[in-house]
């Protein structure tokens, strides 16, 4: 016997899981932005999905599916790939259901997010690490299901998935009383996009849909330009709630239809984000999660005085990575520097570096030289941090007019890899 097959996502199969998914997800706040607002001069709302009970949106779509299953399906089980933030959506709608779950994640995955996995999911779920990336994961859980029957719970491309998560879409108009002028929103394999722009498309088409992508994984912008869903070549893992090497082949005609449109964030530009959400906002927020909001520092044209709501996707971010998310940023506005530098091994080299080439303000935070030999000359790495941007060019004078022998460590080598 064939499957049943699956009915198309439309804005009325999204209210229908609107009302399913009542039961286990939170009605997250849609609060006012101060700092964004002023920065744009449109009235910019945040959605905080990473207030759901497991900290992100996923919770919606992977309950939706769940739920629809039938008895013999259940007692089956069921079996995901993901990268954190799905796992999490289903094991907590499995404990909730009373199905035992198998959930592979790729060794990427923060270990913040494997526990919370477990703490969700209880005793009826199991966590498998597989691989490196989503892909690798995702292979593994379909093998898995077809050996042992179990499942299928994919994380954004089935369109049961695609209307849990679309009901973000329904609850913003609800709680905002009308339609926003723009809706951004991050991207991954396209699972929210799909659902979210289907229904603005539908019931509010004068609303702007912009998907938001890492720059190191805009998958979603490949394949719109390409016209299908399309491999590509690398995926940068840092973003890992994004970082998705092929849309799905139920996401990508319902983004394209829907005429939603693409940018991508630098990921040094993100962390930055990042930061600001939390000293400014006190909005703990996961790289993925600060998409949205990233874009608004000009990379999308916002109209002053309009209504603009941003989805803070996630918020389950590893405390360990802060030091990572702190050094990217600093990079990305131009504020930290590495040199290689060749010391004459004589007294006093060091003092004159200090006293002739490092301006006022600059600071050394990171010094590496070890003396191996009787050379006449010996290097060290060194990692300054600047005050202000544009006290580079007086450094790089300093350096310049210096007998001292200097490579910089440009960004992208494989030394400035190693170092953050």
Sequence with gaps: ??????????????DQAAVRVAEVVSRTPLELNARLSRATGAQVW???????????????????LIVQLDDDTRARGVVCASAGNHAQGVALACRRLGVHGRIFVPGTTPRQKRERIVTLGGSGVEVVVVGDSYEDAFRAAHDD????????????????TIDGQGTVASEIVDQLGSAPDLVVLPVGGGGLIAGMSTWMDERHPSTRIVGVEPQGAASMTAALAAGAPVAIESVDPFVDGAAVGTVGRHTFPLVRDAGATMVTVDEGHLCTEMLLLYQSDGIIAEPAGALATAA?????????????????????NDISR???????????????HYF???FPQEPGALRRFLDEILGPDDDITLFDYVKRNNRENGPALIGIELARAEDLAGLLGRLDDSPLGVERVEPGSPMFHYLI
Aim: aromatic letters at 4%; proline letters at 8%.
């Design 1 to 14: 016997m064939s499957p049943t097959p699956l009915s198309p996502v439309t804005a009325a199969s999204i």
């Design 46 to 64: 945040l959605k905080r999905e990473d207030l759901q009970p497991v900290r992100s949106y996923k919770i919606r779509g992977a309950y939706n």
């Design 145 to 160: 299901s077809v050996a042992t029957g179990a499942a299928l719970v994919p994380a954004f491309d089935d369109p049961r």
């Design 296 to 316: 608004l520092d000009g990379l999308i044209d916002v109209e002053p005085g309009s209504t603009v709501v941003c989805v803070v996707s996630g918020g389950n």
């Design 322 to 336: 802060y030091g990572e998310i702190l050094e990217r940023s600093l990079i990305h506005r131009g504020l930290k």
């Design 340 to 342: 290689l530098v060749s």
